[in-house]
């Protein structure tokens, strides 16, 4: 598997998109993630493991990945999503895994899940089509 990028929306430290594209080039195969403590690097590290297995290391669990300032923006009653987007290759083929997860702000900082988070896998093979999965947990494991 070599990951080619991660798109992270809302959640914990990331407040709308943030986007970082690894190293794929052969010579230069290393990509670094620096930062000082709280910056986010263990959000980012959690964040995959969120996407892939819609579980996280954090103390809390599941709880408090939802971005505070995503909640605050949102009117009460209204809807605030996460979403983590993993785009990788492997064995020719071309991926994207996908995970998000509704919330509804009731007041303050404080948002409800509308349903468990969702996971599709979209696949693009050699002949340049893009189908998703119907076993996205299946296949992702036999990655």
């Known amino acids: 598997m070599l990951i080619e990028s991660i798109s992270i929306t809302n959640f914990r ?8 594209q690894f190293s794929t080039d052969s010579e230069k ?8 403590n709280g910056s986010g690097k263990t ?7 969120w996407c892939f297995y819609g579980e996280t290391d954090f103390d809390t669990l599941d709880e408090n990945i939802l971005n505070e300032a995503a909640i605050q923006d949102t009117k009460n009653g209204g809807l605030v999503e996460i979403k983590i987007e993993v785009r990788f290759l492997d064995e020719n083929k071309r991926y994207c895994a996908i995970r998000s997860q509704k919330y509804k702000k009731t007041m303050g900082i404080i948002a409800n899940k509308t349903e468990e988070s969702v996971f599709a896998l979209d696949v693009t093979g050699s002949d340049g089509q893009t189908k998703r999965s119907t076993q996205p947990h299946v296949e992702l494991k036999a990655i």
Not at 13 to 20: I, K, M, T
Not at 43 to 49: R, T
């Open 13 to 20: 430290q990331f407040y709308g998109e943030v986007s970082l």
């Open 43 to 49: 959000s980012l590290l959690n964040a995959f493991k």
């Open 29 to 36: 195969n290393i990509t670094v993630v620096h930062g000082s």
